[in-house]
């Protein structure tokens, strides 16, 4: 299990904690994970992203002195540097919350099917949340601390994707999207949200 590990070792590498929350794994990226540098958060069983999220958030904020979180996907997906200048542009530009999006510049490439998939799940969250995103479900994000104690997701699936931008978006707190690139690798493609989940969580979304 060598991804979480690189992914670890480059965020440490710029960041002072790194947390990572094991949503009931069988494998050894545990273990990878802490001999990377993490602190490793757990559930004893599997909850969802949703619940892994909540879990990260919850324990970041147990820490008085964190006034800035990262939520960043542990399959290689998201790059660093990104992360670094969102959490720069947030202190300069006294930003609450920065969003992340692969659809500010041409850098990457999804593919035309999850590209229209994608897109209509930015329809759907711009309609239901009031808010003008350009990437709805993006999971690289950058939360202050003000921002970060106003999330409560009751989601634990991937719907969390669109619950956490409704409630980011009613405390009025300053925000912004910032262009990232999204490395689709054979592993954060075998790992991540299939097409057919997507499709399920529009529909869910919708109907609700």
């Not at 990572?20 to 992203?49: E, F, I, M």
Request: glycine letters at 6%; proline letters at 2%; charged letters at 25%.
């Amino acid at each position: 299990m060598t991804v979480i590990g690189d992914v670890v070792r480059e965020l440490a590498a710029h960041f002072h904690h790194v947390v990572c929350v094991d949503d009931g794994s069988r494998d050894d990226s545990v273990a990878a994970a802490v001999a990377a540098g993490a602190t490793v958060v757990r559930h004893p069983v599997n909850l969802g992203q949703g619940a892994a999220l909540q879990t990260g958030i919850e324990f970041a904020l147990s820490h008085p002195q964190a006034e800035y979180l990262v939520t960043f996907d542990a399959d290689g997906q998201h790059r660093v540097e990104d992360a670094v200048a969102m959490v720069r542009r947030a202190h300069d530009e006294n930003l609450a919350i920065v969003f992340g999006s692969r659809f500010l510049d041409d850098r990457t490439r999804p593919g035309w099917a999850k590209k229209i998939v994608l897109k209509t799940a930015v329809w759907v969250t711009n309609m239901t949340t009031g808010t003008r995103l350009t990437d709805a479900h993006n999971g690289l994000r950058v939360l202050r601390r003000d921002a970060a104690a106003r999330v409560d997701l009751q989601q634990d699936r991937m719907a969390h994707a669109t619950e956490i931008v409704l409630q980011l978006n009613r405390t009025g707190l300053p925000h912004a999207e910032h262009p990232v690139e999204l490395r689709y690798t054979d592993y954060s493609k075998a790992k991540g949200q299939s097409l057919l989940n997507a499709v399920n969580i529009l529909v869910d979304l919708v109907v609700k």
